[in-house]
């Protein structure tokens, strides 16, 4: 079998989330965990990694930006056509890991994509966590995704929203995602689970945080999704020092993934 093949996909809806995302939801039987990754093709325009947005019977959802040769292609095509992809790729979050403790899960922009799987499952069933808190944050209203399920989530979890840059009519939390974790309400320091992902700055002074709260070490998780290419450890785009990425990863546990952060 060619590890390179991909599979024909039929979008089966278009939600657009901002001015330059959307989430595709595309046919798909199979396993997927939130924080794995497909990799999207459209022959003559090459491929892009794509984090798993959300999951359910028959479907995933992958949130895309247009940012690029193939992403911008992506977007020329609505309900009813057909993308090529590979996949999944990656190891994801696994959703037993938390079951039963608090959580809390931090994301900046776009890295509330591979997580958001983790935040809908919670908020389906609230009642397997002992508490749940998410801090999430955009550069401006105007970038905020999944505006819809967030008031959903708003309901029934925990959740701090604030963005960098305030604009006209805007009346929520202004600010950095760090500077809210010293005020986070947490029941137990040395057992709750944190997930932390965004980019690798964010990623770095948020963990800073939660460790000068008392957190260990171990139980703060990272997604790393830097410089995916092939998605199967060939090519060599994403390894750093003697660790692909794309294989032991994305998601790490922080003992092991502060030595990946660039």
């Not at 505006?147 to 006209?168: F, G, I, P, S, Y």
């Not at 965004?198 to 945080?209: C, L, N, R, Y």
């Amino acid at each position: 079998m060619n590890e390179y093949l991909p599979f024909s996909s039929e979008i089966v809806e278009v939600v657009k989330e901002t001015e330059i995302e959307s989430t595709f939801r595309m046919a798909y039987e199979g396993e997927a965990k939130p924080g794995q990754f497909f990799q999207v093709s459209i022959p003559k325009f090459g491929e892009a990694p794509i984090s798993v947005s959300g999951l359910g019977k028959g479907y995933i959802d992958l949130t895309i930006r247009k940012i690029g040769r193939v992403t911008d292609e992506v977007f020329n095509y609505t309900k009813g056509g057909k993308l090529f992809l590979r996949g999944p790729y990656g190891n994801g979050f696994d959703v037993e890991l938390y079951k039963g403790r608090e959580l809390v899960v931090v994301a900046g922009g776009t890295g509330l994509s591979p997580v958001k799987g983790v935040v809908d499952y919670f908020a389906q069933n609230t009642a397997e966590l002992s508490g749940f808190s998410l801090i999430a944050g955009f550069k401006s209203p105007q970038d905020i995704l999944f505006k819809k399920e967030m008031e959903a989530w708003q309901k029934k979890l925990n959740v701090v929203l604030t963005v960098d840059n305030a604009q006209d009519g805007y009346s929520g939390n202004v600010g950095l995602v760090t500077q809210f974790i010293p005020e986070l309400k947490i029941e137990s320091i040395a057992d709750v689970q944190v997930i932390i992902v965004g980019p690798p700055v964010m990623i770095s002074f948020a963990a800073k945080e939660f460790l000068k709260r008392g957190v260990p070490t171990k139980n703060i998780w990272i997604s790393l999704e830097r410089r995916m290419s092939c998605g199967i450890g060939k090519c060599g785009h994403c390894k750093i020092d003697d660790v692909y990425i794309c294989l032991e990863g994305p998601v790490f546990n922080y003992e092991k993934g502060v030595e990946l952060i660039d």
